[in-house]
């Protein structure tokens, strides 16, 4: 009996073991344990990673890109433009150049023609004066005079060969004067006197047209 009673004893001062049951899981039944990090993960991060600095890189080589190409155009239109510029005022000064070689070209004519107008007039009254009845002239030119100054005129002195076609005209107070050159007369008046010499006006304005064409 003794015996029974220690057994009993040393049975029940044994350490007790607490075992903790294993949590359950939101269903009520036992919760599985926790699974391991799946390697893939990162390397999906990674390509992630990769994929966004390619996007990035592409955005900064597009705008890049169209930066290049609005400096390019911007630069061709300048190059244009200053181009179009040196061709205008290329051609402005080729027609300049035209208009100098051909205002130098008239002024040489009128040169030419400032040289030979002289000579021309010269020829011609010469033609004319070989021409010229000068008793008729001087006798037109008298009559005229004496009508121009009408109550004034004293008296007529003409040249021996004047005196027929002057009294012809109705002219009075005429009379010869020996000491006057052919185709010349001199009238008289009261406020002083008119000497009618056109063949010698006549003379020197040859003589000057001469004069003129060897000073050209």
Known sequence: MSALIKASAAQALRPVRIVTPPPSSPGG????PPSAPDPRDATINRLELALAAMAEEQAEAATAHEQALAAARAE???AGAAQSAT????RCAAVEDAIVLAQAAF???LDALEALAPALASRAL????DRI???????ETVASQVARLRQTVVGVRVAPDLI????ARGIANV???RGLPDGTAHIVCALGEVDVDVGSAVAALIDRLDDLVVGA
């Open 29 to 32: 039944g036992p919760s599985e």
């Open 133 to 139: 009845d000068w008793h008729d002239l001087v006798t």
């Open 87 to 90: 061709r205008e005022a290329d």
């Open 175 to 177: 009379a010869v004067d």
């Open 76 to 78: 061709g239109m300048r």
């Open 107 to 109: 002024e040489a004519r």
């Open 164 to 167: 027929e076609p002057v009294t």
């Open 126 to 129: 010469g033609k004319l004066v």
